[in-house]
């Protein structure tokens, strides 16, 4: 079990014990999750022919927002009064299988005089799989290993049994397979050292495996591309379609077998130095600390955080990764909602390679897998710097104890720069420099080569901006020494890193003083008046023309606009500030990240991905027995098909009445283009994506003006105050100090 992800310990309980539950969105506890399952395993033993499980995740089953924020005292609207608070029932949820004839269920459990009971228990669809877990990830290594085909193929470019190793990836989408089959692709690579880079040694096959019988029930070859004579490139086989399902698929890919390159790419010093005796680590960087005497400016009572007039509830999510929820701003003794939720809700990372079966490779990083699942156990001064809070994180295995994570959410804070600054120009003029400072809440997690590293950035201008950054190893397929690669850059010799995107989608659950509101669109024009006209004379007038989005059905999926420099802010219409007479609103600033989906509109990714078509949605809300509109891509996501029927495609598209004035959610649409380079090899220098939102007329004027200059007492000249060596003259202090 210790081998799951990089969690550190599984929980075992002494019994079961009432967690003390803080706040009506904690996390279930390790304990609580065990009850859960121990719950569901007596139920189905007595109640149902179920005489073996597997689990698949457990989580909570959250109240609605209205006796949330009863129970915290946020009023729903502008200026009102809290509601009345009433009794909250913990509730939680869990997929499962029957293990001896591999059927999903789906089970909700409600807490009742501290004692777990069944509510419902619901059989899946056929061909509905629940994300594929951290166990079967591993598994799949072990069945590609252990199988003799595999073992032969290995063998016939040099790679011994011991030396096959495999990234588990959802099988995409595949139908000459029955839907009902719970399979993985095994992306093959071969290790020759026990800390060895095996992906510099990708293998040119790969099996597919029955996650549930563990076992390889076919292989494919992809084919090759080759040079004509008069330049232009052609596929070794006549098409990029998927052939038919045999016993031997080789013959079809119509070329040699590629041995795997043998050159070490490490990325380990210890082993870079065993490659090249040549190989130094920079030794002229001096150490750089981030030192807090007097301690943190962030107070935590469990799961509940307060900094800077900021207020808000961090979760863990074995879906999601971190969680925020009920996030308020104190804004001079008034506690102004602003966001009920946020969170990363989905990605989706498609391939660009059209041959197959290259085309599998879309993963939903998210749905599939679980971005909490995935995350690392953090390292005080390593992942993090400074004094830092640490989170924890648990999550359920197949047995049903609760598997966690200690350090997997972390809290700190960190200098941003300046805040604001001005200095008046003129002789005896007095200037004042404010620096930022951020609170961080973060998160890594590792999927297979890649990491992602979240952060959750909160401003002292009431600004939030959430952070994306990718790094960790390209995914690469290995390439004969003269193949071209018109769908990749070959980053070494043989090793193929093909073209893809990142695509996120955002999660936003918005409460701008109060549960009713809206979006306006903004577009920012040239006047239409001619230079030289009396209404344009110089021909530099433009304006802004604002629209709010009223029907969810015709407004509810909106495209990004370069030319006319398209912006959205959601706004609560009731409010207006009181001197521009706009609507208070938070603006949306994700131009940098905005992209296209490259695929065919009617792609297989494209159909199971329906958010990656437009840069924002925007949908009413609706809170059911199975909690609200959470996930873009529906709750149940490895080997779909189509567009699922709970996904944000299908809700704006068959959404009757208006998102105006109403409780809605948003999803962003945002991320990168991924064209690899040499230089991204072996692991990749991170790359970043980010969304500001940006308060605009919320405050009454700029919020940070209270915010201290700062005259940091440990800053110095670097290098003395004389100039020493050609250096410019270092003076202790200029007339622009920061507390002037």
């Avoid at 350090?407 to 200098?415: G, L, P, Q, S, T």
């Avoid at 909160?458 to 901006?465: C, H, M, N, P």
């Amino acid at each position: 079990m210790g081998a799951l992800s990089t969690a550190s310990t599984v929980h075992v309980s002494n019994g079961y014990e009432h967690a003390k539950v803080e706040h009506p969105l904690d996390p279930l506890t390790p304990d609580e999750i065990n009850a859960v399952t121990l719950t569901v395993r007596r139920y189905t033993a007595e109640h149902t022919d179920i005489r073996a499980v597997n689990f698949n995740n457990c989580a909570l089953l959250p109240p609605s927002k209205r006796t949330v924020l009863a129970a915290l005292g946020i009023p729903v609207s502008p200026g009102g009064k809290p509601e009345t608070p009433s009794k909250i029932i913990r509730k939680a949820e869990s997929d499962f299988f029957d293990v001896l004839n591999g059927v999903a269920y789906y089970a909700i459990l409600v807490l009742e005089d501290e004692e777990w009971k069944v509510e419902s228990i619901q059989r899946l669809p056929e061909g509905t799989q629940p994300q594929i877990t951290v166990e079967e990830l591993i598994h799949c290594e072990l069945v590609v290993r252990n199988d003799p085909k595999v073992q032969a193929l290995a063998k016939q470019v040099g790679v011994e049994p011991h030396q096959i190793f495999a990234d588990g990836w959802a099988i995409g989408w595949d139908d000459r397979f029955p839907k009902g089959q719970r399979l993985q692709q095994a992306l093959l690579f071969a290790r020759f050292s026990q800390h060895d880079n095996l992906y510099a040694h990708p293998l040119d096959f790969v099996p597919v495996i029955d996650s549930l019988a563990g076992k390889v029930i076919h292989i494919d070859f992809p084919p090759s591309w080759r040079k004509k004579s008069e330049g232009s490139v052609e596929l070794s086989t006549s098409t990029t379609q998927p052939q038919p399902l045999s016993d031997d698929s080789f013959p079809v890919a119509n070329r040699a077998r590629i041995p795997p390159p043998l050159t070490p790419h490490d990325f380990l010093p210890d082993l870079m130095e065993q490659a090249d005796p040549t190989y130094r680590e920079r030794d002229d960087l001096k150490p750089l600390h981030v030192v807090q005497p007097e301690g943190v400016s962030f107070k935590m009572k469990g799961h509940v955080l307060e900094w800077q007039k900021w207020k808000m509830h961090i979760a863990y999510s074995h879906r999601e990764g971190i969680v925020l929820s009920t996030i308020t701003y104190n804004d001079n003794g008034e506690i102004r909602p602003i966001f009920y939720r946020l969170s990363i809700a989905e990605m989706a990372v498609p391939y660009g390679a059209p041959e197959y079966p290259h085309p599998r490779k879309f993963a939903f990083d998210s749905g599939e897998y679980g971005m909490g699942s995935m995350a690392n156990e953090l390292s005080l001064g390593c992942d993090c710097l400074g004094k830092i809070h640490y989170l924890p994180g648990a999550y359920v295995t197949h047995s049903g104890i609760a598997h966690v994570i200690k350090n997997v959410i972390c809290i700190h804070e960190e200098d941003a720069g300046v805040l604001w600054k001005h200095s008046d120009f003129r002789p005896g003029g007095r200037s004042r420099t404010v620096r930022s400072r951020r609170l961080v809440v973060s998160m890594v997690c590792t999927v297979a080569n890649y990491e992602y590293i979240w952060n959750y950035y909160f401003y002292q201008d009431g600004s939030i901006e959430i952070e994306i950054r990718l790094t960790g190893i390209l995914q690469v397929y290995v390439a004969s020494s003269d193949e071209p690669t018109p769908y990749g850059v070959i980053v070494a010799p043989g090793i193929n890193a093909h073209y893809h995107q990142h695509i996120f989608s955002v999660r936003v659950d918005p409460m701008l003083d109060g549960l009713q509101n809206s979006v306006i669109e903004s577009e920012i024009v040239g006047l239409d008046a001619p230079t030289g006209s009396s209404e344009n004379f110089a021909g530099n007038g433009f304006v802004v023309k604002d629209r709010v989005l009223k029907s969810q059905v015709e407004d509810g999926a909106r495209d990004f606009d370069w030319a006319n420099e398209r912006r959205w802010r959601i706004a609560n219409l009731n409010k207006t500030h009181y001197a521009s007479g706009k609507p208070v609103s938070y603006t949306i600033m994700m131009k940098g990240a905005a992209l296209p989906l490259l695929a065919k509109p009617d792609s297989w990714v494209a159909r199971r991905a329906s958010f990656a078509h437009k840069q924002l949605w925007v949908v009413r809300d609706e809170e059911g027995p199975k909690g609200s509109r959470l996930f873009p891509s529906g709750k149940y996501v490895p080997q779909t098909r189509e567009e699922p029927e709970d996904s944000v495609g299908k809700w704006v598209k068959e959404g009757n009445g208006s998102i105006e004035n109403e409780d809605i959610v948003l999803f962003l649409t945002l991320g990168a283009t991924h064209i690899p380079r040499p230089e991204d090899w072996p692991v990749m220098p991170v790359e970043h994506v980010s969304v500001l939102f940006k308060p605009s007329s919320f405050f009454t004027n700029n919020p940070s003006m209270d915010v201290p200059g700062t005259k940091d007492s440990q800053s110095r000249p670097a290098f003395g105050a004389d100039n020493v060596n050609g250096q410019h003259t270092n003076v202790a202090n200029g007339t622009a100090c920061c507390a002037n």
